[in-house]
């Protein structure tokens, strides 16, 4: 039995818009590929693939929430789709929401205990939960110079649109005097989403 004429054509048209979307991306285009994942998933929405593609351009632009939900119906999905559990967390993580993100990291743990870049991504997320803990032992004892340090390694962690960390650093600023410093970081601090 031969497939009909439509279908090929609607076929032909997913997979055009999936490998355009990947190569918007690969141009880093984000936006643009985006819009080709979007039509893409119109045309199937229930290819799993697709919804972790346009979650991956959406973590580019930072478009975190969106990330979320594309994930969340990957999974809805495919409950053994590593890559939007993986992506999920990657956003919870640079929302400052850790303890979610490893929820989210154990249930792709759950569905496939021999992926590595979800074990990896496990004991990350670990690590930043310890150095977080350490920097609030750091500005505690007022050791504020350490602390700003730290900070510059969960910057890297967590991105530098972590507004939590980017006010520990206020803070850390003002206590030292540094107030120009504190001022301007404030000022950028305004332009995070």
């Known amino acids: 039995m031969q497939p009909c004429a439509g279908c090929l054509n609607v076929y032909a048209s997913i997979i ?4 355009r979307g990947n190569d918007l991306y690969k141009n880093r285009d984000y936006t643009a590929a985006i819009g080709a994942y979007t039509k893409a998933i119109d045309l199937e929405p229930s290819a799993p693939l697709l919804y972790t593609n346009r979650a991956a351009a959406y973590l580019m632009t ?6 979320i939900a594309d994930c969340d119906k990957a999974i809805q999905l495919d409950r053994a789709c590593s890559k939007a559990y993986l992506r999920k967390a990657s956003a919870l993580k640079s929302l400052g929401r850790l303890d979610e993100a490893l929820v989210v990291l154990n249930a792709g743990y759950d569905t496939d205990p021999k992926n590595a870049a979800v074990v990896q991504e496990r004991q990350a997320i670990i690590a930043v939960n310890n150095r977080l803990a350490e920097l609030e032992g750091y500005i505690a004892n007022g050791s504020y110079a350490n602390a700003l340090i730290l900070i510059d390694t969960l910057s890297r962690d967590l991105g530098t649109q972590n507004k939590g960390i980017n006010l520990k650093k206020v803070e850390c600023l003002l206590k030292m005097k540094r107030v120009e410093e ?9 332009s995070i989403p």
């Not at 055009?16 to 490998?19: A, E, M, P, V």
């Not at 930072?62 to 990330?67: A, C, L, M, P, R």
């Not at 504190?182 to 305004?190: K, R």
């Open 16 to 19: 055009f818009r999936k490998n």
């Open 62 to 67: 930072h478009q975190f929430k969106e990330v």
């Open 182 to 190: 504190a001022f301007n970081m404030t000022n950028t601090l305004v």
